[in-house]
């Protein structure tokens, strides 16, 4: 009886730390840090579409959104682009250079996502170089009126009257006198230069009456 008793506790000890040792190993199956990995969703470039004109530089920025909803500025270290490196070129840090007239577009990408924006490069609109007045060294009869005008011409070739905006002057007021439009009036014998300028480029056309 005394053996009997011995032998179930001895039993009943093994069971135990057998189950005991079962309970460590389950405990130890679960991973701490087990989280889903945040990754790039998508891109934005800004401006998203831009007119500018040939020689200009526009800066583009990118923008990453990740899969957790957070942003991050990502201009210096995404890959730039252009589509048509004749219209416009673009280095890092999206800096473009305008170089043609004419559309491209500008790509920014990271780790595999891109983002797109369109950029139109216009002409540089032309400037005036040059006034001619009319008539060219006229005579008139003192007493009598004269009208003059003048004309433009532009950097593409172009031309423009543009005798109405104008500033009008006479050398000598005492033989001719002049006014807004280019109407002048003859006094007294003599000569004088009449002159035609534009007030913010300073150029001056000129005829001598």
Do not use: R
Not at 156 to 165: E, I, P, R, V
Not at 186 to 202: E, R, V
Request: positive net charge.
């Amino acid at each position: 009886m005394k053996k009997l008793l011995l032998s179930i506790v001895a039993a009943t000890l093994a069971v135990s730390i057998g189950c005991g040792g079962s309970n460590s190993s389950s405990g130890g199956s679960s991973s701490p840090g087990g989280g889903s990995k945040v990754t790039l969703q998508s891109i934005q470039v800004t401006p998203a579409v831009t007119s500018v004109v040939v020689g200009a530089n526009q800066t583009f920025k990118a923008t990453g959104t990740y899969s957790d909803g957070s942003s991050q500025d990502l201009t210096a270290s995404a890959k730039w682009g252009s589509s048509s490196t004749s219209v416009a070129t673009i280095g890092s840090g999206g800096v473009a250079t305008c170089k043609s007239p004419g559309v491209t577009t500008i790509t920014a990408k990271s780790q595999g996502v891109s983002g797109t924006s369109t950029l139109t490069v216009t002409a540089i609109p032309p400037t005036l170089t040059s006034i001619v007045v009319t008539p060219a060294n006229p005579s008139v009869v003192a007493g009598q009126t004269l009208q003059f005008s003048s004309t433009g011409i532009y950097s593409d070739g172009s031309t423009q009257d543009l005798s109405s905006s104008l500033t009008w002057n006479s050398s000598d007021t005492n033989v001719v006198t002049i006014v807004s439009g280019g109407m002048a009036t003859s006094k007294n014998p003599g000569t004088t230069t009449i002159t035609a300028k534009d007030g913010s480029t300073g150029i001056i056309g000129t005829s001598v009456l």
